[in-house]
């Protein structure tokens, strides 16, 4: 179990959050302590004024609300029951088991979770000490709780090779519901800096984000419209507007994980250059599968972007054990496109000869060329070599 807690300024927004869920049937609630009535009986505006009560006693105290969401991995079993035992018990350890609350079960991604909304101020009028809460109060919370209920613990658990996000697969779940729920696993877990580094990572999970034609006015206001991809990476079913997500993910609010992701994922870059370093070693000459696999094995996909003809003109790099991604040229002039297909047998028939000015086709993400630099090499061709005046013939 993995127990995040937020403080904030409003009791309100907390609540209209929640809230908005369980009109959207995107959550439940299961829950509720210190109110003097059954929760179900009231409304937003009464949810509000309860809270409000209490905040009123201080108005000087400004940071007055916590938010708090205990996350269970995917493979606990967990009924109604067991999460409202849980609830309790945590808000307890806490020391908050006084204090009135409400708990919800969201149901908007891959793994169980509740959100627990309270406010930092008690009936005397004082505030609730929270500081290291975390470290002092939370973490040994979560820890006992997990023996408690028998929980897959956070902390020791095998990386092993497999994604902790499962990849989207059409039509097994709601469209907009497992778009939302990779989305936001992407951006408050991974280290990114464009938007076609985020497509790189989304694209692992069948996802992508796109910004249409530069001509259409979504393109201008920096929108993006969300699709789930087919097994040959083309998008099925309606595409969700980035506006009509809770957290309205559009081009403009991911450039605040831009500007995070430079300093978040600059201690992470050698780490990842050694495990690569590590899987090239081994061989003189590699094929595409081979070191596909390789790289899997150390939590590392690999993105060959591409024209419609095969060839390869840019390689990124994402990283699933530290959450970052690179693209090779990146990370060094050994894992350039050019470096790392020169190392592929001859059986590929790879060629990576493609220039900067050639018309393409993009594998994966169509906006690559609008959203960041392609590590473009010399021309170079593995397998058969080509005259040099016929080269040139063709490039005309």
């Keep these: 179990m993995v127990a995040k807690i937020k403080f904030g300024r409003s009791m309100r927004g907390i609540l209209i959050y929640n809230e908005s869920k369980v009109e959207k049937s995107e959550a439940k609630i299961i829950l509720a302590s210190g109110f003097a009535v059954d929760i179900d009986r009231l409304n937003l505006n009464q949810k509000i004024q309860r809270f409000k009560n209490l905040t009123d006693l201080n108005p000087t105290i400004k940071t007055n609300a916590m938010h708090i969401s205990l996350n269970f991995d995917a493979s606990d079993k967990l009924d109604l029951q067991k999460l409202q035992q849980i609830a309790q018990t945590y808000m307890e350890q ?211 972007r591409q024209n419609e003809k095969g060839m390869i003109y840019g390689l990124t790099f994402v990283d699933h054990k530290l959450k970052t991604v690179f693209n090779g040229s990146d990370l060094g002039k050994d894992y350039s496109a050019r470096a790392i297909t020169q190392k592929f047998s001859a059986q590929d028939q790879i060629r990576t000869y493609l220039k900067p000015n050639q018309a393409t086709h993009f594998i994966g993400n169509p906006l690559e060329p609008l959203m960041e630099k392609a590590d473009y090499d010399a021309p170079t061709a593995i397998g058969k070599k080509k005259k040099k005046k016929k080269a040139n013939q063709q490039n005309l």
């Excluded at 909304?117 to 006992?144: C, I, W, Y």
């Excluded at 023996?147 to 990849?167: V, W, Y």
């Excluded at 778009?179 to 936001?184: D, P």
């Excluded at 070693?281 to 599968?289: D, F, G, P």
């Design 94 to 304: 806490i020391g908050f088991g006084e204090q009135p609350f409400i708990a919800y079960q969201h149901l908007d991604a891959a793994h169980p979770h509740i959100h627990i909304a309270t406010t930092l101020m008690q009936k005397d009028g004082k505030r609730k000490f929270t500081h290291n809460m975390g470290r002092l109060v939370s973490e040994p919370a979560r820890k006992a709780i997990e023996i408690e209920f028998n929980l897959i613990k956070a902390e020791g658990r095998k990386q092993g090779n497999s994604l902790t996000i499962k990849p989207a697969v059409y039509g097994k779940q709601p469209t907009k519901q497992i778009i939302n729920s990779i989305m936001l696993s992407v951006r408050q877990n991974y280290a990114f800096t464009s938007l076609a580094e985020f497509n790189a990572i989304l694209g692992q999970f069948n996802i992508r984000a796109n910004r249409g034609n530069e001509e259409t006015t979504m393109f201008e206001k920096k929108g993006l419209l969300y699709s789930i991809l087919d097994e040959k990476r083309n998008p099925i079913g309606v595409p969700i507007k980035a506006s009509s997500f809770n957290d309205q993910p559009t081009l403009k609010n991911l450039e605040k994980n831009f500007q995070a992701g430079m300093e978040k994922r600059k201690p992470l870059k050698e780490n990842l250059k050694k495990r690569i370093d590590w899987v090239l070693q081994k061989y003189n000459t590699v094929t595409r599968n081979t070191l596909v696999n390789e790289l899997a094995k150390q939590q590392i996909g690999i993105v060959f």
